[in-house]
């Protein structure tokens, strides 16, 4: 009987410890239930258009930007900055791209190397300015969105077209279909899906013994396979909708998914892998104790808008193949997409809080807001209001449960 109580108490400590985790990152799970419970009002309200499989992938092919941007001022935030600029280094960046293919006559390749050379010189430009003469980086971007946007109206009378058919593919377009179809399904998709799936699973395990070896508190096991079991129906849910996606000679996964899930996949890694991901929420959590513990904090705020130029001229390419063309408009409120999926994801509004998967879900948040309310036909002007009361009530949230510590 004693040793019968003394499990039951094990295993009621181990749920706890379970409880307790949860709530510490109740705003996580709050995000991806309240993405859960949108999606399914506006699968309601469209009449079950918003999880057609193309228009998911349209979903995917109108916001990569977002989620490019997003993936760039999270960093940004965490340190205690903001980049107001983004917006307008898309469009004068995709300006410069658009003049050199169709003007210039370049190669789209070296045309895409010169716009991100522009990008990264951009983001050394006002690195400088922040990390070495100490302007705040609100002033600094908001003088370079100023600029940049001048530059792209002096540059782009009305419109360049952009006429390039290996350009345009790299937002229309899909992999190729190496294993050819298995019935209605693009099997590299399939096969692509099944895979994610099991390495999701092998890293939720492989997590879990590192931890026990180094004897940190692990969750309970049923937890894990809750976790594995949640994910792995999201995985096969969209590998589902994308095998489906496009027509009968091409479709399944967008070539433009793939660059938005490397720049995800690598951006995380330095986040919480590196050095300079270290110092990063090092200096966001707290400045002066960075700067006495021998961090160099000016080198940490230069390479911060130098990453952020880099994927400015990214999501540059990105709407530019897209739309094929380029305008003085194209960019116009980009950057409050970016900083809202950031604290709709949860970063925090006072740095050194802030996820690369946080601001992806925060990006699909504010991307499927768009979508469905698109759908629906309403008003560009009310989808603008609905997102600014989204922003306010995430940050409200984030306020709130501060105070409430």
């Not at 006429?163 to 294993?179: C, D, G, R, V, W």
């Not at 000679?249 to 270290?278: C, E, N, S, W």
Request: charged share 10%; net charge positive.
């Amino acid at each position: 009987m004693t040793s019968q109580n003394n499990k039951t108490s094990e295993n009621t400590a181990e749920y706890k410890t379970f409880f307790n985790s949860f709530l510490s990152g109740s705003r996580q799970y709050g995000i991806v239930g309240a993405l859960i419970v949108i999606i399914a009002i506006f699968q309601f309200l469209t009449e079950g258009l918003l999880l057609q499989p193309n228009t998911v992938v349209q979903l995917i092919q109108q916001n990569a930007y977002v989620i490019i941007l997003a993936v760039g001022m999270v960093m940004v935030i965490i340190a205690t900055h903001i980049d107001l600029s983004v917006g307008s280094l898309v469009g004068f960046i995709g300006g410069c791209i658009a003049l050199l293919m169709q003007d210039m006559h370049l190669n789209w390749l070296l045309a895409i190397v010169v716009g991100i050379l522009i990008g990264l010189i951009i983001g050394v430009w006002q690195g400088f300015w922040v990390a070495y003469v100490g302007i705040p980086g609100f002033i600094t971007t908001l003088a370079g969105m100023l600029i940049f946007r001048g530059l792209a109206t002096t540059m782009i009378n009305a419109s360049i077209p952009v006429n390039n058919a290996s350009f345009n593919a790299i937002a229309a377009n899909y992999l190729p279909n190496i294993f050819g179809f298995w019935g209605q399904f693009d099997a590299l998709t399939v096969i692509m899906g099944i895979l994610l799936t099991v390495l999701f699973a092998y890293h939720q395990f492989r997590n879990r013994k590192k931890a026990f070896n180094v004897g940190l508190d692990v969750e309970p096991l049923s937890a894990t396979y809750m976790k594995i079991a949640a994910s792995s129906i999201i995985i096969l849910a969209l590998t589902y909708l994308f095998a489906l996606s496009g027509n009968n000679t091409q479709g399944g996964i967008p070539i433009m998914l793939v660059i938005v899930g490397i720049l995800v996949a690598v951006y995380h890694f330095i986040l919480t892998k590196t050095v300079f991901g270290r110092h990063v929420y090092a200096v966001g959590g707290n400045r002066r104790a960075a700067m006495l513990s021998g961090i160099n904090t000016k080198k940490v705020d230069f390479l911060l808008y130098v990453h952020m130029g880099f994927l400015s001229a990214v999501a540059a390419i990105a709407i530019l193949s897209r739309l094929s063309s380029a305008s003085a408009a194209t960019g116009n409120s980009f950057e409050m997409d970016a900083i809202a999926s950031c604290f709709v994801g949860g970063t925090a509004v006072t740095g050194g809080v802030g996820t690369i998967p946080g601001v992806v879900i925060g990006a699909a948040v504010i991307g499927v807001i768009n979508q469905g309310l698109s759908i629906m036909g309403v008003d560009s002007a009310l989808i603008q209001t609905i997102k600014g009361l989204v922003l306010l009530l995430a940050v409200a949230v984030d306020i709130y449960s501060k105070k409430s510590k």
